[in-house]
T-cell receptor, first 115, second 114 residues
């Protein structure tokens, strides 16, 4: 099993540019979660999907952030336009909902720097 | 809204000591609780998951306990080693009604020195 795959691993961009982060969940998992980690705020849940449908996006900070899951094996998190305060590590996680544990498995993260 | 707190924020111990990390949560209606380890610049590795019906889980030198009624969990590390140095995070899982949404504590930074 390849685990949760995220790309790119590092992204450096200038303020105002569009940024797209990608995630491939573990095959067979039907729930997908996007988190953001900063020193100040720790790990925050941004949005999550179940069976490709967004369930709760209340953690998305602003309209500049959007996420999609067009199929069971791919999700994107887009920031447009990006700002320096968006600099953080973004994690994707997946799980099997309906199973006993709902245990989440995390990807390696994308470190985003906006200058 | 669930809030998760971890104490202490940082801990430094000599190699070989047994230690306890604490996690508390405000809403006892959790489905389960997970403990994670995060090495600097890396992702999260799941260490232990305790279901709400369980009292404890063990894996090697790690033992996690759960007291739902008091809103507390502890992670016990026996005979600590320098390789245990990392940030330890606990997270409450909301389970079926929220598809397993996790709420994280701020973490405990553990340093084990030789």
């Amino acid at each position: 099993d390849a685990g949760v795959i995220q790309s790119p691993r590092h992204e450096v961009t200038e303020m105002g540019q569009e940024v797209t982060l990608r995630c491939k969940p573990i095959s067979g998992h039907n729930s997908l979660f996007w988190y953001r980690q900063t020193m100040m705020r720790g790990l925050e849940l941004l949005i999550y999907f179940n069976n490709n449908v967004p369930i709760d996006d209340s953690g998305m900070p602003e309209d500049r952030f959007s996420a999609k899951m067009p199929n069971a094996s791919f999700s994107t998190l887009k920031i447009q336009p990006s700002e320096p305060r968006d600099s953080a590590v973004y994690f994707c996680a997946s799980s099997i909902s309906g199973r006993a544990s709902y245990e989440q498995y995390f990807g390696p993260g994308t470190r985003l720097t906006v200058t | 809204k669930q809030e998760v707190t971890q104490i202490p924020a940082a801990l430094s111990v000599p190699e070989g000591e047994n230690l306890v990390l604490n996690c508390s949560f405000t809403d006892s209606a959790i489905y389960n609780l997970q403990w994670f380890r995060q090495d600097p610049g890396k992702g999260l590795t799941s260490l232990l998951l305790i279901q709400s019906s369980q009292r404890e889980q063990t894996s090697g030198r790690l033992n996690a306990s759960l007291d739902k009624s008091s809103g507390r969990s502890t992670l016990y590390i026996a005979a600590s080693q320098p390789g245990d140095s990392a940030t330890y995070l606990c997270a409450s899982n909301a389970g079926g009604t929220s598809y397993g949404k996790l709420t994280f504590g701020q973490g405990t930074i553990l340093t084990v020195h030789p």
